[in-house]
Nanobody, 115 residues
Framework: QVQLVESGGGLVQAGGSLRLSCAASRSIFSISYMNWYRQTPGKQRELVATVTNGGITDYVDSVKGRFTISRDTAKNTVYLQMNNLKPEDTAIYYC?????????WGQGTQVTVSS
């Protein structure tokens, strides 16, 4: 079992930055994929960014060049650095951990970007 706790959300003006953190209750070294998803009311949850345990990253096109995902295995924490935020980035952001036999979600953190 892994508990994931997100933090760092809040209200920011367009063009601003936020850094989300996802703290895991145990080592994430063996977890294949650490992901950030986001969801707005009435829409499906969207995969925003992924980092593998080998350090490979991938992003949805709408955030490429603005968001950076990273994982610190020493701190059991995954980060999402979000720069040049836009109103359309407003959502609840969820941390997700996935391996062959594991699948865990955090409770989410709200990000609101004002225009």
């Amino acid at each position: 079992q892994v508990q994931l706790v997100e933090s760092g959300g809040g209200l920011v003006q367009a063009g601003g930055s936020l850094r989300l953190s996802c703290a895991a209750s145990r080592s994430i070294f063996s977890i294949s994929y650490m992901n950030w998803y986001r969801q707005t009311p009435g829409k499906q949850r969207e995969l925003v960014a992924t980092v593998t345990n080998g350090g490979i990253t991938d992003y949805v096109d709408s955030v490429k060049g603005r968001f950076t995902i990273s994982r610190d295995t020493a701190k059991n924490t995954v980060y999402l650095q979000m720069n040049n935020l836009k109103p359309e980035d407003t959502a609840i952001y969820y941390c997700h951990a996935r391996s062959l036999l594991e699948n865990y979600w955090g409770q989410g953190t709200q990000v609101t970007v004002s225009s």
